[in-house]
């Protein structure tokens, strides 16, 4: 049995209820609970902790960090109508609840009061069994207490899935603390190393953090979820006006901007953008991964994004830059671009994205200059990597330079990351979609002060609740 370490992440997973089965580098087999917390079988003592067990033994390898995947927020929460006061939450509805988990000894282990409520399908089994066994039933407004025995939350503790991995196939750098993911094939189990023996073997647990807890919620019922509405004019290249008709137009997300509210001055420090892992970033990335970071969904989410952008420019004639770029920019498959050029840390990945034109790698957390000439490019994006920059300031001036003016800006994420590699504030809370985009607003409102204008938001997600989100934040060099 092999152990190799490919990424490491800690620091951003808190335990919480949410259950479904969740990517990875490519799917789990095996359902899961997870949000910032540690993905777990949801019964690991019966036949899902077996399947454990067996997919360690079969491939032992330990390929990924397990990518954040949490409750998906977002859509406002609007006044119930009488009809909705007195209706039932029943198996298929979507509803908003406001809760508070707590451990026998009082300790809160998750809570979202303060923030936005959480989102479940009543009967999609996306979070541990008693807690929606207790929502269903509920009223708009009613608020209970209800006790959890491990059965109806995170099962019990099952020894088999501790693992010790002898020295000789611990890979250089596993730490206690970091979580991994161990398997092979499409049997990923995550698992978090619990300690690091004197004589260099590593202890593996693959347990819920909460198995074998007896866990207490305070639960608010605070809505049925609107629907969400599709349609929304941005501004884009040269000052046109775009229709996004996939954007959700009743999402917080796409309202970030509706009214800006600018800070007086650059609102951060520098502790804001520290990380967990301040090593040299090109040992973390040193291997190519050649996967997908974010679900079928939502790449289809940002194609369509950015054919509906690309489109106000003349066709075979505008130029691109994809800078944080890999092997895939997740451009549409008709790009009909005269140039597209790409910048990113790992060459092959580079070399392999078989829609560049040209490909520079650069670090730019090392050096944040943008390796092209003045005014080349009539579109600058990014998908799913500015939570990583440490020096947006200078590298946001960097794209305003790079960009023709009346070009376009487009900054794309999700609630995804390595958190270890991410900045501080970001992660803070990942599912805090509308404060992410005001994070990025933020850049482009003072990098350089006066540069950009029409800064916009919008909410693309292709399924919220059931896919990936994904938010982008638009902006026009003045």
């Known amino acids: 049995m092999s152990l190799r370490a490919s ?50 033994a079969a491939a032992g390898t330990v390929l990924a960090v397990p990518r954040r995947v949490s409750f998906r927020r977002g859509l406002v929460v609007t006044a119930a109508s009488a009809a909705e006061m ?36 009543i009967g999609a089994g996306q979070v541990v069994p ?23 939350a995170y099962g019990q503790r099952n020894d088999q899935l501790v693992i010790t991995f002898p020295a000789n196939r611990v890979p250089k750098g ?10 092979g094939g499409g049997q990923k189990i995550p698992a978090r190393v619990t300690a690091i023996k004197e004589d260099g073997s590593a202890v593996l647990d ?7 807890k007896v866990l207490t919620f305070k639960i608010k019922f605070m809505a049925f979820k609107e629907p969400p509405q599709r349609g929304l004019k941005m501004v884009g290249w040269q ?16 309202q970030v901007f509706k009214n800006p509210q600018w800070p007086a001055a650059w609102p951060y420090k520098d502790s804001d953008f520290r990380r967990q892992d301040e090593s040299d970033d090109s040992r973390f990335y040193d291997e190519p991964r050649f996967v997908a970071h974010i679900d079928d969904g939502a790449i289809g989410a940002i194609r369509e994004f950015y054919s509906c952008q690309f489109a106000q420019a003349p066709q075979g004639e505008y130029s691109v830059l994809d ?32 829609q560049a034109t040209e490909y520079k790698p650069k670090n730019l957390n090392i050096d944040p200059t943008i390796p092209f000439g003045d005014n080349e490019f009539d579109f600058v994006t990014n998908v799913v990597s500015v939570d990583y920059l440490n020096k ?56 350089p002060d006066g540069g950009w204008r029409d800064i916009s938001s919008a909410d693309i997600s292709p399924n919220p609740g059931r896919s990936d989100p994904m938010w982008v934040v638009t902006a026009v060099k003045a």
């Open 174 to 183: 596993l730490e206690q603390g970091m979580q991994i993911m161990l398997g």
């Open 323 to 354: 800078i944080c770029s890999s092997w895939i920019s997740h451009y549409p498959q008709d790009l009909r671009a005269k140039r597209v050029a790409i910048t990113g840390m790992v060459e092959k990945e580079l070399a392999a994205n078989k």
């Open 239 to 254: 000052g046109k006006e775009v229709q996004v008709s996939g954007a959700i137009s009743n999402s917080r997300v796409s």
């Open 130 to 152: 008693g807690f929606e066994k207790a929502v269903r039933g509920m009223r708009v407004g009613e608020s209970k207490t209800v006790t959890l025995q491990p059965d109806e």
């Open 392 to 447: 947006p300031r200078a590298i946001f001036k960097e794209m305003h330079r790079v960009l023709k003016p009346g070009g376009v800006a487009i900054m794309s994420f999700s609630n995804r990351c390595f958190g270890s590699k991410a900045i501080a504030m970001w992660v803070a809370n990942m599912n805090d979609g509308p404060g992410h985009c005001q994070i990025v607003g933020n850049y482009f409102h003072f990098n």
């Open 86 to 121: 007195s209706r039932a939450a029943n198996d298929g509805d979507e509803v908003l609840v406001e809760y508070t988990g707590t451990l026998e000894d009082g300790t809160v282990f998750d809570s979202n009061l303060g923030g936005e409520p959480l989102t479940l399908t």
């Open 206 to 212: 693959a347990n819920p953090r909460l198995a074998g």
């Open 7 to 56: 990424l490491a992440s800690t620091g951003i997973r808190r335990d919480s209820l949410v259950t479904r089965q969740v990517a990875a580098e490519s799917h789990i087999g095996i359902s899961c609970a997870e949000r910032s917390a540690a993905q777990a079988p949801a019964s690991p003592s019966g036949v899902c902790g077996r399947r454990v067990v067996a997919a360690v």
